[in-house]
């Protein structure tokens, strides 16, 4: 099974910063095949990256996702307040083990 | 476009079997080469995936559910279900249903998920 690590835990940034987001596999991901996801609370989680790079549908510029083989990270180039949630990657490249790393809170500081 | 619906019991007893169903509308759930899984995820803890299933009935588990868990889907009513048999206060959580972009040697993200269903295990 491969295991996401995601950091940092907690990331406390301001309206308009750059956020940077770290997802790091404990071995190589298939062909890029990891996803990013924002949840907010009482929310189900909410696609926002594919393919490692690809932005979902709706999903505004500002979100990009970069990385291949273990390393993987989400940027959003200037924050807005509705910014502020949960982020998780996961990883596809096992039709059998799907995994999701345990999340990082960005959070208003 | 394509949204789900999860529905079941809210409270169910130890030992007992979790049954859940996730309905499908705005869209044909044979349509197009999608999986539909079954995602968890325990109060402020992170996700878990629990498995999936293609339209012809063929299913993927998560191996650390794999003994209690069946999937089975009814095309006719457009719904897909979930159950989960000897649950424990462990399987206290929110079960998400999600369309699945996979094939059948890869897996796939999640989008659109259903609102949830919140699951208690208790006597």
């Known amino acids: 099974e491969i295991v996401l690590t995601q950091s940092p835990g907690t990331l406390s940034l301001s309206p308009g910063e750059r956020a940077t987001l770290s997802c790091r596999a404990s071995?190589?991901?298939?062909?890029?095949?990891l996803a990013w996801y924002q949840q907010k609370p009482g929310q189900p989680p909410r696609l926002l990256i594919y393919?490692?790079?690809s932005r979902a549908t709706g999903i505004p510029d500002r979100f990009s996702g970069s990385g291949s083989g273990t390393d993987f990270t989400l940027t959003i180039s200037r924050l807005e307040p509705e910014d502020f949630a949960v982020y998780y990657c996961q990883q596809y490249g096992s039709s059998s083990s799907y995994t999701f790393g345990q999340g990082t809170k960005l959070e208003i500081k | 476009q394509v949204q789900l619906q999860e529905s079941g019991p809210g409270l169910v007893k130890p030992s007992q079997t979790l049954s859940l169903t996730c309905t499908v509308s705005g869209g044909s759930i044979s349509g197009g080469t999608y999986y539909w899984s079954w995602i968890r995820q325990p109060a402020g803890k992170g996700l878990e995936w629990i498995g999936r299933i293609y339209t012809s009935g063929s299913t993927n588990y998560n191996p650390s559910l794999k003994s209690r868990v069946t999937i089975s889907v009814d095309t006719s009513k457009n719904q897909f279900s979930l159950k989960l048999s000897s649950v424990t206060a462990a399987d206290t959580a929110v079960y998400y249903c999600?369309?699945?972009?996979?094939?059948?040697?890869?897996?796939?993200?999640?989008?659109?998920w259903g609102q949830g269903s919140l699951v208690t295990v208790s006597s």
């Open positions: 071995q190589s991901v298939s062909s890029s095949y």
């Open positions: 393919g490692a790079s």
């Open positions: 999600a369309r699945d972009s996979g094939s059948y040697l890869y897996g796939g993200w999640f989008d659109p």
